[in-house]
Nanobody
Framework: QVQLVESGGGLVQAGGSLRLSCAASGRTSSSYAMGWFRQAPGKEREFVAATSWSGDTTYYADSVKGRFTISRDNPKNTVYLQMNSLKPEDTAVYYC?????????????????WGQGTQVTVSS
């Protein structure tokens, strides 16, 4: 089992920045991919970004490319999502996810584990 705890959400004005963090605990001795999803009110959860264990492979949704950056600190078992140039349409609950097999599983939206989510609100 892997437990994921997100932090760093909050209220920010359009054009601003936030950095989300997700700390993993439990079965962290294995290599695992990590990523982020988001769900806006009335919408389905959507993929945002993912990274392999090494960080060599990353994926981004088209809507966040060039604005968001995913990174990880493996000794700290933590993944980050740096969000710049935020827009009101980025408002959502952001969920961390991990998968013990591949980053592709996260990209396909079927990771092994999910966090509880952290709210990000971008005001216009």
């Amino acid at each position: 089992q892997v437990q994921l705890v997100e932090s760093g959400g909050g209220l920010v004005q359009a054009g601003g920045s936030l950095r989300l963090s997700c700390a993993a605990s439990g079965r962290t001795s294995s290599s695992y991919a990590m990523g982020w999803f988001r769900q806006a009110p009335g919408k389905e959860r959507e993929f945002v970004a993912a990274t392999s264990w090494s960080g060599d492979t990353t994926y981004y949704a088209d809507s966040v490319k060039g604005r968001f950056t995913i990174s990880r600190d493996n000794p700290k078992n933590t993944v980050y999502l740096q969000m710049n140039s935020l827009k009101p349409e980025d408002t959502a609950v952001y969920y961390c996810a991990s998968d013990l097999s591949s980053v592709g599983q996260i990209r396909r939206g079927v990771p092994n584990y999910w966090g509880q989510g952290t709210q990000v609100t971008v005001s216009s």
